[in-house]
């Protein structure tokens, strides 16, 4: 008996043992899981700080780059509209010159009118034809503006009929025709005029159907004894050119 009570002594103390080694074995087991975790934990919430400062930067650039963008466009748009306001300045300081010419020259020719009329340098003096001026109207028609003048003595008027014709062609055949035939300002072939500076002959004319103008001759016959018959010649391309 006394055997057997040391014998069950010996096997209880042999599975305490085996317990108890279970036990620490447990503990250590569970100890490095816990440990794991702590450092999974401790790593993942680095990784998510790093990453949200990733984010916040670029947030702060993308930020930074829309200024930017915002800022080059806003300079393109004043840009865009400075070149406009440069171009239509540009433009309309062009136009300003171009009519402050057209005024100049007139001014030029105008001075030179009355030059010749008041002080002419020329030899002949009396009655002359200055000039015939004829432009085409967006109807088909022309307008034309015949100027007479005086030259030297201005003391006493002139006066007397002018006589316009249109030489040309139709077909084959030469033709005359007087203004009178294609003006319905002008009554008489023979012009009425009378002044002592300058006249001016203005009116519209319209072409016959199947004529074509070469030249217009224009023939001035003032009044008195000792007058001298005035004649002058122009080309109608030339005329129409103008």
Known sequence: MVNSALQTTKTAGVGWRWL????????????????????????????????????????????????????????????????????QALSQARQ???????????????????????????????????????????????????????????????????AVNLLGQTGDSAEAIPLRDVSPQIDDVGIKFRFRYFQDIKGSLTLPDGFEPLEVRVVAQPKGKETVKVQRTFLWSKLVAN
């Open 96 to 162: 300003s010159l171009v009519a402050l010419e057209t005024s100049n020259a007139q001014l030029r020719l105008d001075l030179g009118f009355y030059k010749k009329i008041m002080a002419p340098a020329s030899v002949a003096k009396g009655l002359q034809i200055d000039r015939l001026s004829i432009d085409k109207t967006p109807e088909g028609g022309f307008n034309f503006r015949l100027v007479l003048i005086q030259v030297g003595n201005n003391k006493l008027y002139q006066s007397g009929v002018v």
């Open 20 to 87: 108890m080694l279970a036990l620490i074995c447990g503990t250590f087991l569970a100890g490095g899981y816990w440990a794991g975790v702590q450092y999974g934990i401790g790593s993942e919430g680095a990784r998510l700080g790093q990453v949200e400062v990733e984010r916040d930067q670029l947030e702060a650039s993308a930020t930074e780059l829309r200024k930017q963008y915002q800022a080059a466009r806003q300079q393109k748009i004043s840009l865009e509209r400075g070149r406009a306001i440069d171009e």
